[in-house]
């Protein structure tokens, strides 16, 4: 059954993840930004101190969905085509960013590299002990990911705000899949989906040299 509307439910951000890899090893769009959309209904639940992340991942988002949703639409169907799409049409900006600001593959990369994060959040989350705060298994796979992108004022900011959330077991019953044991059971099952969709995106932005995008 469908969550109710603005609630997290993992399950469906797993269904989407899940459903975002074709047989052809394929990312379609769609249901990664479903994904991505669940996991931010998440995150605002978590408080207004994490509104500044969630107001950034959905502006990508939002450039996303308009490409998926608009004239090139079938262009945009899955992140291969929109690569070849781009990168064929000029539409990339490869040194600087100028010409073309919002290119579905800067885009793309910003949430890349958060899939990064959010697979080394949730296994830490997954293999932590009960005691373990969470505000370190999160700065922990912070810096080891996308650290490394970020000015130090966001790095601060961000850090201060993973001060605010709650201890791993309050964490995982928010998770909403009942018992911290059950939650810890889902972790295991989504992991192997969003580490697929990361793989996937990791091999496609290396083969066209689009890891380090302006
Ligand atoms: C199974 C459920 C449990 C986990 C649920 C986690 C929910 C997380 C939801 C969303 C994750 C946030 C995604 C943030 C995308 C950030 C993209 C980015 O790097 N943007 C920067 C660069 O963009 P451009 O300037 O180049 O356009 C931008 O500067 C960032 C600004 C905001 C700060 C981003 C901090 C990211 C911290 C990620 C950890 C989220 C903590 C969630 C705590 C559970």
């Not at 899939?115 to 298994?137: C, N, P, V, Y």
Request: charged share 20%; net charge neutral.
């Amino acid at each position: 059954m469908a969550a109710a509307a603005g609630a997290f439910s993992l399950r469906e951000v797993l269904g989407a993840f899940q459903a975002a890899v074709t047989e052809r090893r394929e990312v379609l769009l769609g249901p990664y930004l479903r994904g991505w959309r669940g996991l931010v209904r998440f995150l605002n639940s978590l408080g207004a101190i994490f509104s500044f992340i969630s107001k950034d991942a959905v502006a990508k988002i939002q450039i996303m969905e308009s490409y998926c949703g608009g004239e090139r639409q079938e262009e945009y169907r899955t992140l291969q085509s929109m690569v070849a799409y781009e990168l064929a049409s000029g539409l990339v900006d490869l040194q600087r960013r100028s010409e073309h600001p919002d290119s579905g593959c800067r885009t793309v990369l910003r949430l890349h590299r958060a899939l990064r994060w959010l697979q080394l959040f949730l296994e830490g989350l997954r293999t932590a002990q009960e005691d373990s705060k969470t505000s370190t298994i999160c700065t922990d796979s912070y810096n080891a990911s996308l650290a490394t992108y970020h000015p130090w004022v966001v790095r601060k900011a961000a850090t201060v705000a993973f001060c605010a959330l709650p201890s791993r077991n309050a964490f995982l019953e928010i998770m909403n899949v009942g018992t911290p044991e059950e939650a810890v059971v889902m972790l295991g099952d989504a992991l192997p989906h969003i580490s697929s969709v990361y793989g996937i995106t990791e091999e496609l932005y290396a083969q066209h040299k689009l890891l380090n995008l302006p």
